[in-house]
């Protein structure tokens, strides 16, 4: 799915991705939760990164219902963007009282995995996150 790079494109994107999710089964919470790092990698992808050569973002999601012995929902989402030369994307340590820089804090609290792929071929960047429901970790209150 493409979607404009503007700040507009986080709430378009998280609706997409719920309306793909609402028909899988997942349960409300983990839905929510997918949903919130939806915001935050989107979110980050228009505040520090360029838009893609057609002057978009890219963003995927792949579900994959599984039955018998490690059975579940497994859920990844990837969003692409035009990359920022001389910035890695990392977590960022804040001062408790900072309105911002938690992004990836949240990312890494939520999903199961997350990740970065940098393509030189074309400047890119991805960031990526999934899910398995049920969940393999313990998951904060």
Same mark, same amino acid.
């Given at each position: 799915?493409?979607?404009?790079?503007?700040?507009?494109?986080?709430?378009?994107?998280?609706?997409? /991705?719920? @309306?793909?999710?609402?028909? $899988?089964?997942?349960?409300?919470?983990?839905?929510?939760?997918?949903?919130?790092? /939806?915001?935050?990698?989107?979110?980050?992808?228009?505040?520090?990164?360029?838009?893609?050569?057609?002057?978009?973002?890219?963003?995927?999601?792949?579900?994959?219902?599984?039955?018998?012995?490690?059975?579940?929902?497994?859920?990844?989402?990837?969003?692409?963007?035009?990359?920022? #030369?001389?910035?890695? $994307?990392?977590?960022?340590?804040?001062?408790?009282?900072?309105?911002?820089?938690?992004?990836?804090?949240? /990312?890494?609290?939520?999903?199961? @995995?997350?990740?970065?792929?940098?393509?030189?071929?074309?400047?890119?960047?991805?960031?990526?996150?999934?899910?398995?429901?049920?969940?393999? @970790?313990?998951? #904060?209150?």
């Amino acid at each position: 799915m493409s979607f404009e790079h503007d700040p507009a494109s986080v709430p378009q994107a998280r609706h997409v /991705v719920r @309306r793909v999710l609402d028909g $899988v089964g997942l349960d409300e919470m983990a839905t929510a939760e997918i949903e919130i790092v /939806v915001s935050e990698i989107v979110g980050n992808a228009i505040r520090h990164a360029r838009p893609l050569r057609d002057g978009a973002i890219h963003v995927q999601c792949h579900v994959r219902v599984e039955a018998g012995v490690g059975a579940g929902t497994h859920v990844e989402i990837a969003v692409t963007d035009g990359g920022a #030369p001389g910035r890695t $994307v990392r977590q960022r340590t804040v001062d408790e009282g900072a309105t911002g820089g938690r992004g990836l804090a949240i /990312v890494d609290g939520l999903a199961d @995995r997350w990740g970065v792929v940098e393509n030189l071929d074309d400047l890119s960047r991805t960031v990526w996150a999934s899910f398995v429901e049920p969940p393999t @970790r313990d998951r #904060p209150l």
